[in-house]
């Protein structure tokens, strides 16, 4: 089976069976989108779209689901009647999630204890490897291995014990990472078997239920002790937050009357059955770019068949909240072999290789002390949907007109979000307490404050904890304002507008076109800055002016200069996301390149939810012994040696093909077809006549399927 083959029966739509209605969800920053999709044709049904409750992520999930039934019942544009879609037809559902991304990069998850096996503490102490170990409740054990696979020291099962029995009452989960676990985890399993026999009767849990407990032989093969670590904790961390969500997106299927089973997007755009995400849910980091990766492909690949022939685009996804640009190589993303990085953590977890920029269509957009337009990073409500929601701002925006505000806070308010809050100070209650009666005009409780610094920096924090958030000018208001989005209150658009003009000296046209030209202009820098990156190094553009010059003449023009240049996209993009029409088209004419929008752009991202197929990776090495003569086979359960290299490679494809079989139907699929990559590594000698030294043998197994539709 061909690696094109593999890809389309992997993350295509199959064709010849009963028509199936699925459905996929992605929870984006800003915004939730549901879509129901005919399985045997690919054709999307209806989608819909509903603000993301950040605070509570099942609401907008519910909200978005709703929708989208909503809009099956709606006439299409077409003259073709449209059959009406119950709930109880849905035969699988496909979630997209930002939890596990969100919740790292902002320090959130729940009490753990990491159990360490064979590592050097004063080693880990002497060079600060222990600021990366996620937790500071780390328990350090005798034993372990070495690179071999050989027991360094036997495993210490009576400070095991003590360890895990002190904390079952303290943690909510636990982790164990040997030295050189993925070369032998026979003292990880055996540790996870202390725990689950242990841990059985911890306060809180039900009678008979352990603590949930992850190894790290079980989320990667590579070696890197710190590293492993590291993921392992984190996988811990975030199993209780993801057991919650998707707990109560069960429940909100389930009043919907919805009872497909529910599958989760990982980071390398695949799917897994919801129970087995929430033993690994640190695989779902960047689950959402992945899916709009996967989206962009199945709906591009509709409207023009040889994107999926091996031709590869880029792709890129505007969102609300940030801008995602990623390759798509031969219909599949392409991975980041050195492992995801989020929030500071690098992790070991092979997830879609994307380059994320705080950039959308809510980026909060204004002028600086020297009347430069700025926009981004950080996310806002935007005026025409807080005066939707909540009238009465317009006044206040007619007063900061006729006033002619000019204060930096001008044409912002304040809103309370609803999160639990008795942790906060008296201060910031008081502050709430105001915030109930409605949103409030910033330069109003700053005009109210002595000390309007003190407000401001207690704001921002507020913000960054989610118990507040900001309104205020957008791109998308300013194409409320230009008439080429009509979702909310134009009107609030205009007037926010109007204050920024003024402040600025132009014409509420002119501003708004900079806006917009603003966007467009950022999104290809940050192409080319992820082109560059990949073919040569980060660019710093702040820090190389004659390369930043160079960028803004073939962007926009030499200007007065002497010198003229361009710049050439080879690939193709593909744009989706709801606004991408808007600044996508001057994007692909200053990098000369073709561009591509499907249809349903809007809702890529929960197409690329449903579109995945399971995939289940596994890697195994073959080490040579005793110079060459013997071999060792190191396998998930422990190893095995040979005194023949084909021998070894045998045992190993008959059993890691059942091995990794079983895990993709564990994960979800149906029909699985599993296939094998051999790599034999060699060094020639450097004085040996052209002599080789065989060092060893990796052994990548795949396994591919359809998720099964059984219903629970």
């Not at 026999?197 to 809180?204: C, D, I, Q, V």
């Not at 700053?446 to 904890?465: D, T």
Request: some cysteine; aromatic content about 4%; hydrophobic content about 40%.
């Amino acid at each position: 089976m061909s690696k094109s083959q593999i890809g389309n029966a992997a993350l295509s739509l199959s064709k010849g069976r009963k028509s199936e209605i699925e459905m996929g969800i992605d929870t984006g920053g800003t915004y939730t989108d549901a879509v129901l999709v005919d399985h045997a044709t690919g054709a999307v049904l209806a989608g819909a779209k509903a603000l993301t409750t950040r605070y509570d992520l099942s609401i907008g999930i519910g909200e978005a689901i709703a929708a989208v039934f909503e809009a099956a019942q709606r006439p299409p544009r077409s003259a073709r009647p449209r059959r009406s879609i119950s709930p109880q037809e849905v035969d699988l559902v496909a979630l997209s999630t930002t939890l596990a991304t969100n919740a790292i990069a902002g320090g959130q998850g729940s009490p753990v204890c990491l159990l360490l096996i064979g590592y050097d503490q004063e080693l880990m102490e002497q060079y600060g490897f222990q600021h990366e170990l996620v937790t500071d409740d780390v328990v350090y054990l005798r034993g372990g291995h070495d690179v071999l696979g050989d027991e360094v020291s036997p495993l210490d099962e009576d400070a095991a014990r003590e360890a895990i029995l002190t904390r079952r009452d303290k943690v909510e989960a636990f982790a164990v990472s040997g030295y050189f676990g993925v070369r032998n985890p026979r003292h990880e399993i055996r540790v996870r078997a202390l725990v689950e026999e242990l841990t059985a009767s911890a306060r809180g849990q039900p009678q008979g239920l352990s603590l949930p407990v992850t190894c790290g032989h079980e989320l990667t093969s590579q070696l890197n002790a710190v590293r492993r670590a590291t993921t392992v904790a984190l996988n811990a961390r975030l199993i209780p937050l993801l057991r919650e969500l998707i707990a109560t997106v069960r429940q909100t299927l389930d009043g919907q009357g919805i009872t497909a089973p529910l599958m989760v997007v990982k980071g390398d755009g695949s799917l897994v059955r919801a129970e087995w995400a929430m033993r690994r849910p640190i695989e779902t980091i960047l689950s959402g770019p992945a899916a709009s990766a996967v989206g962009a492909w199945h709906l591009a690949g509709q409207r023009d068949p040889s994107i999926n022939s091996g031709h590869g685009v880029w792709v890129v996804d505007v969102g609300g909240t940030t801008t995602d640009i990623a390759a798509l190589n031969d219909g599949q993303p392409r991975l980041n072999p050195e492992g995801a990085r989020v929030g500071g953590w690098r992790t070991m977890v092979e997830a879609v290789d994307v380059h994320t920029t705080g950039l959308g269509g809510d980026s909060h957009a204004r002028l600086d002390r020297q009347g430069q337009l700025l926009i981004g990073p950080r996310r806002v409500v935007p005026l025409c949907l807080l005066a939707s929601e909540h009238p009465e701002v317009i006044e206040e925006l007619r007063r900061q007109v006729a006033a002619q505000e000019r204060k930096d806070e001008a044409a912002q308010f304040v809103i309370s979000w609803r999160r639990p809050i008795n942790w906060l100070s008296d201060e910031d209650l008081a502050l709430l307490r105001r915030l109930e009666a409605g949103p409030q005009s910033l330069t109003r409780l700053i005009s109210e404050m002595h000390y309007a610094w003190l407000l401001r920096r207690r704001i921002e924090e507020l913000e960054a904890q989610l118990v507040v958030q900001r309104a205020a000018f957008t791109p998308t208001d300013a194409l409320h304002v230009l008439g080429r989005l009509q979702l909310w209150n134009a009107e609030a658009s205009r007037l926010g507008a109007e204050i920024l003009a003024a402040q600025a000296g132009l014409s509420v046209e002119t501003l708004c076109e900079q806006v917009v030209r603003g966007v467009s202009d950022r999104v290809a820098t940050e192409l080319i800055s992820k082109v560059l990156e990949d073919e040569v190094g980060p660019p710093d553009w702040e820090r190389e002016p004659s390369a930043a010059a160079l960028l803004e003449r073939a962007l926009n023009g030499p200007g007065d200069g002497d010198l003229s240049c361009e710049l050439t996209l080879r690939r193709p993009v593909v744009a989706i996301g709801a606004p991408v029409e808007a600044y996508m088209p001057r994007t692909a004419e200053q990098l000369h390149t073709e561009l591509i929008i499907p249809p349903h752009a809007e809702v890529a991202n929960a197409v690329g939810a449903v579109a995945g197929g399971v995939i289940q990776r596994q890697r195994v090495l073959i080490s040579p012994l005793d110079g060459g003569e013997r071999f060792r086979l190191h396998l998930p359960n422990g190893v095995h040696d040979f005194d023949d290299l084909e021998q070894a490679v045998g045992y190993a494809q008959q059993v890691m093909s059942a091995h990794v079989e079983a895990q993709a139907r564990q994960a979800g699929a149906g029909q699985v077809e599993v296939q094998m990559a051999r790599t034999d590594r060699q060094a020639r000698v450097a004085a040996g006549w052209g002599q080789e030294v065989y060092l060893g043998t990796e052994l990548a197994f795949k396994a591919v399927g359809r998720p099964s539709p059984a219903r629970r």
